[in-house]
């Protein structure tokens, strides 16, 4: 992944909390066919080494490990108009752009088709997502022969992990005003992703609620 200098994101533990965060990617795999690739809800441990998913059976990705793998997750992202730019008033020489953040996850993919690790995989998988609600969903809700029915359907994929790649593009390189007016033209923008991507950038220290 190109990453300028202004946006190149380096720090491990901030890769690992985007991609935790994202907790969806799409697993890229290059097999006797070509490149093959398949969106995918993931688990990541805390220090970025092991990433665990699974995929239905069908699902030829996973036939195709052990093998070198990519994982890319991306965070947020959204359009951003040169409207927003001060500068487009004064000089006029602005144009349209992309703000977002990803994580690129490099590794090695291995297939884990035994019974007891894709269980685990699933009840792990489910805890974290259902951690956000009120009445959290428990695995065990569902009839038993019903969830053994469900895990044979599904191949448990693992990816460890040999190198994070992450880039935050949030208006770094612009000048406080333009920065300023992109945070604050981003609160009422109707393009998707907009809120979340000015949330990244009042989080990341580059701007303030107030677009200051």
Known sequence: MFRSR???EDDAGTMVAMARAAGFGHLVV????????TPVPFLIDDEGEVVRAHLARPNP???????DALLIVPVTDTYVTPSWYPSKAEHGKVVPTWNYEIVHLHGTLVARDDDAWIEQMVRD?????????DRPWPVD??????LTKMRKAIVGVEL????????????QNKNEDDLAGTIAGLAGSPVRGAAAVRAAMIDDGTGT????
């Not at 290059?30 to 690739?37: I, P, T």
């Not at 809700?141 to 019903?146: I, M, N």
């Not at 460890?160 to 208006?171: C, E, F, I």
């Open 141 to 146: 809700d569902a009839p038993a022969d019903y």
């Open 6 to 8: 202004h946006f190149a």
């Open 209 to 212: 609620a107030d677009g200051r």
């Open 125 to 133: 998988l489910t805890d974290h997502h259902e951690a956000a609600f």
């Open 30 to 37: 290059a097999g006797e066919e070509g490149l093959a690739s």
């Open 160 to 171: 460890t992990v040999t190198r994070l790649d992450g880039k935050r593009k949030l208006s």
């Open 61 to 67: 990705v996973w036939r195709v490990a052990p093998c």
